[in-house]
């Protein structure tokens, strides 16, 4: 089963083919962009969904089992805990909320608030789908019957499937249940020497399809706006603030 997430980037432009254009090199940074936080978003989310308990120590211990349960194959992920901290080895796991190819260590830090827990999660040179991540995130986590909620503070960077190294630094918000999550943030994005703004709006991600819905509006580094949009099925629509547009052709399960 393919991942919502893991996509291969095809761009097909309005104007036929070519040599990539200004705007062409936006939306693969503008999807280079989403690809490395939609990533590290469900990664904080499979550890939130994996802790419960009174203290950070017990939201730790219940992590230590849940987590792994949630990757195939069986074995793939690995825990030690000590204290309130949970150390994740996995290689090649697939998982929820679009999460496939998974490798690498990720260190989660649980403490108890009160409204629910909060997680400092980190990670270096982590395979995630078809993107490289160095994770510097916290998220405060609360749930509301079925519905859980986290808003993340992220730091993070990666290369993305472009070959955008791409710097984030932002927040967002993202909720889910047990089958898909909705993406909503901004933060500034940077490659090389250049920086620019990203916005996500109701980006829906489950597990082995294409992103349901969606939008990310990126202010580019050329003086104009793309927006990207997603309906559910592998071809995406660009446009721009200088009337240019295109498709980018995203290989997963529609």
């Known amino acids: 089963m393919r991942s919502s997430l893991m996509v291969v980037f095809v761009l097909a432009a309005g104007c036929g083919g070519g040599t990539t254009t200004q705007e062409e090199g936006t939306a693969q940074e503008a999807l280079d962009s989403n690809e490395v936080g939609s990533a590290e978003s469900a990664i904080m989310v499979t550890s939130a969904d994996s802790a419960e308990g009174s203290t950070g120590e017990a939201a730790a211990t219940s992590a230590k089992t849940k987590f ?19 150390s994740y080895v996995l290689t090649k796991c697939t998982g929820p909320w679009g999460l496939a190819h ?17 997680a400092v999660a980190s990670g270096s040179n982590l395979m995630v789908n078809r993107a490289t991540i160095d994770l510097d995130a916290t998220g405060t986590f609360s749930s509301d019957g079925t519905t859980k909620t986290a808003t993340v503070d992220a730091k993070s960077s ?25 993406l909503d943030g901004m933060w500034t994005t ?16 489950c597990s082995g399809m294409c992103p349901q ?27 721009t603030s200088n009337n240019k547009s295109g498709t980018v052709n995203l290989s997963c399960d529609a």
Do not use: E, Q
């Open 68 to 86: 792994p349960a949630h990757f195939t194959p069986s074995g793939c992920a690995v825990a030690t805990v000590t204290g309130n901290k949970v």
């Open 102 to 118: 998974v490798t690498g260590t990720i260190d989660v830090t649980y403490t108890k608030t009160a409204t629910g827990f909060s």
């Open 158 to 182: 990666g290369t993305g499937p472009n070959g955008n190294h791409v710097t984030r630094s932002g927040s967002y918000t993202v909720t889910w249940d047990s089958t898909c999550m909705t």
């Open 190 to 205: 940077g490659i090389g020497l250049k920086s620019a703004s990203t916005t996500i709006d109701n980006m829906k991600l």
């Open 213 to 239: 819905s969606g939008t990310v509006v990126h202010v580019g580094f050329f003086g104009f706006t793309i927006t990207v949009s997603f309906d559910g099925t592998g071809a995406v629509k660009w446009s």
